[in-house]
């Protein structure tokens, strides 16, 4: 069992910076490895993939539209992962959302443990 809580969003001008923080609670003694993802919803758009981090070796991957602007970390001792949104622009403007998941993998349907999300709205 995995739990995760998402905070750090608001409202940024285009341009700006935000961090977004989701701290992970997991079942005590757990040895396995997972992702954390970080998902991002539009209104009116489907679910997409952002970034995610692997637990164990902290391996990350990025989608093309967040690749150099945006860079997901973890402090390990703080069970926390991080993602720093840099160049923020109108288009950023969702509900990001933290999940994790067994499978290495960008596809948000494969995440069986979601937190509850976090609006970022960016102002042009």
């Known amino acids: 069992q995995i739990q995760l809580v998402e905070s750090g969003g608001g409202l940024v001008q285009s341009g700006g910076s935000l961090r977004l923080s989701c701290a992970v609670s997991?079942?005590?003694?757990?040895?396995?490895?997972?992702?954390v993802g970080w998902f991002r919803q539009a209104p009116g758009k489907e679910r997409e993939f952002v970034a995610y981090i692997t637990k164990n070796s902290g391996n990350t991957r990025y989608a093309d539209s967040t690749k150099g602007r945006f860079t997901i970390s973890r402090d390990a001792a703080k069970k926390t992962v991080f993602l720093q949104m840099n160049s923020l622009k109108p288009e950023d403007t969702a509900v990001y959302s933290c999940?994790?998941?067994?499978?290495?993998?960008?596809?948000?349907?494969?995440?069986?443990?979601w937190g509850q999300g976090t609006q970022v709205t960016v102002s042009s």
């Open positions: 999940a994790a998941g067994y499978l290495l993998t960008t596809s948000p349907t494969r995440y069986k443990y």
């Open positions: 997991e079942s005590p003694f757990s040895n396995a490895n997972y992702a």
